[in-house]
Structure formats: structure tokens, C-alpha cells
């Protein structure tokens, strides 16, 4: 009995004389950074976060990278947050589990991106929370650029339906899928002429990059207007616009110097389908017999005899997008 009341008493003199001890024994426990011990008997946790699928330290556009996290040692039923990220934007986001590696005594995640797509400055970032059985841990990978590559008529491929796709984005009329076709020859002429390049077929980096992030899409100078058509005799372009939205951009040829296209706000008011006997196909009249109509030859400068000649492949859809009282307005 005698010996219990001591035992007491010394627990009471030693909680007064150690408050912030007795305190800590309760106190909750924070995450810890990489490789730290977890304190009160939970598992350290040290992570390591890399990118696979990199050549030269970039991804090649409209790739698929995998992020991939190891977690030492390994303990059952932990979560760790991953962010692949681009500036302050995020590609991918995720919070899976841990699994162990067979026979190891680490665990590991594997993610993997959907395809890249913009430029700018890429890393992955792991965040794991503390836990009862293990400790937090954070981690970030390198960054990484993307590579924008060259392509040429005759290329096909996931890039070259992506570059065609992102043509579509921008207005640019392409019906090409996997292949670099002759539609998107004509669409990379439009984009070129649009944007006051070299005029030719090849789609360099720089054109990728720059549909990529949203650019060089034709600018309506009449985007007020309603359903129109637009023609810039400077640049040998035609464009569809409605709603003060450009919806389609065609490459085509104008008037040449000696029979110039008049310039100029007009009306459609005539529909002539097919050929006719001057070799015009699906013509659409605007002004005392000039019109936009398909021909044989649209070479990338100004040749025609007044009309606004357009690729042939491209007459029947633009014929059949022109209503009779739509206007049409030509300058330089």
C-alpha cells in the first residue's frame, strides 16, 4: 500500500516539474521532409520523382510522358499526391497508392500524361502526407521543354494529325487525318500567307509551336458584319467568317496586276454549280460577273482575270457555305 502511494506521488511531482514533457507525449506529428525519420516508431519516407519518355531533356509535342515515383521503404496504404505541371497549369493530377516493388523493399507509382501540347517549362511535383505507419515526404522532378518538330507533305503519323488538328483550331480548312496530305499543304499555304511567310508547303517548328499556343489565325477586318466572306488581296487569302468568328481560311488567287480584282463591299446574288465553259467550277457571283470559283491553276500570287480563284478541292464546300445575300468584301 505504502509503496503505491510513493509511485503516485512521484508521478504528480514529476508532471510538475516536466509540463512540456508529459505535453509532448500527445502532441500530433507534421509531415517530414524527404528522407526524415517519422518519430514515434512511423516509417521514414524518402521519394524520388523522374520523368521517362525525355530525349535530350524534352518531350517531343503531342508525346506521352510517364512520371514515376519511388517511396523508400515501402509501407502499406499510403497515398502520394502527383502534379505534372506547366507554368500554373496542370496536365495531370492524381493521388494514387503505393505499390511495392516485387521483391523490393520500396514502393512505386507510375502515372502517365495525356499528350503534350503547349510550350513552356514542365515538372512533376509528389507530395505525401504524414501518416500513423509513415512519415510525409516531398519531391519535384527536373524540368522539361517540349520539341517541336518539322514536317513535310508525304509525313504521317500522331504528330502530323495532331499538327492537322490544331489547323482545324485555328480555321485553317484541312480534311487530312494521320497524313500530310493535299489538304494540309493548302491549309500550311493559308497559315503562311496569313501570317507573311515564305510561301510553300513546309511546316516548320515554328508554325507548330506557334498553332500550339493558339496563334496566327486570321483576323477578320469586318468582324461586325455577319455571315461574310472575306478576301485580302496583300495576302492571297479568303476567309469564311461568321458571327465575327473566322470559321474557315482558304488560300486563293486574285485578279493579276493587268485585270485586278475590284475591291470593294458586295452582294452574292448568283450560283452557277459545276464547270462552265470558261473552266470555272461552282461559282458564286458578286460583282458584274467576277466571282470566287474553283480553277485548275491557284498559284501562291495574284493571276487570275478578276475572280478570286480557289482550289478545286475546296469549291464545293465553299459554294455550299455562301447563302445568296451574303457579302463579300475584297481589299488589299
Known sequence: ????????????????????????????????????????????????????????????????????????????????????????????????????????????????????????????????????????????????????IDLDPGDRGPAVALFNDLLRDEGYYDTDGHNYGSHTERAVLAFRKVNVMDRNFNANPEIFKLLAEGKGAFVPKYGGSGKHVEVDISRQVMALVNDGETQYVFHVSTGAPATPSDQGTFTFYLKDPGYNSEGMYYSVYYNRGEATHGYASVPDYNASHGCIRNPIPDSVFIYNWIDLGDEMHVYA
Request: glycine share 14%.
Open 1 to 148: 500500500m505504502l509503496f503505491h502511494v510513493a509511485a503516485g506521488m512521484l508521478a504528480t511531482i514529476a508532471l510538475s516539474l516536466f509540463p512540456a514533457f508529459a505535453l509532448a507525449q500527445d502532441a500530433p506529428t507534421f509531415a517530414h521532409a524527404p528522407g526524415a525519420g517519422g518519430g514515434g516508431g512511423r516509417a521514414p519516407a524518402t521519394i524520388d520523382l523522374k520523368i521517362k519518355g525525355l530525349k535530350g531533356g524534352k518531350a517531343k509535342v503531342g508525346d506521352r510522358v510517364e512520371v514515376v515515383g519511388t517511396v523508400r521503404p515501402f509501407v502499406g496504404h499510403q497515398k502520394v499526391q502527383v502534379r505534372l505541371g506547366n507554368g500554373g497549369d496542370n496536365v495531370l493530377k492524381a493521388n494514387p497508392y503505393v505499390h511495392q516493388v516485387k521483391g523490393k523493399s520500396f514502393g512505386r507509382i507510375t502515372l502517365r500524361s495525356a499528350p503534350l501540347l503547349e510550350p513552356g517549362k514542365y515538372r512533376a511535383r509528389a507530395l505525401k502526407k504524414a501518416t500513423a505507419q509513415q512519415a510525409g515526404g516531398i519531391a519535384k522532378s527536373k524540368k522539361f521543354s517540349l520539341k517541336f
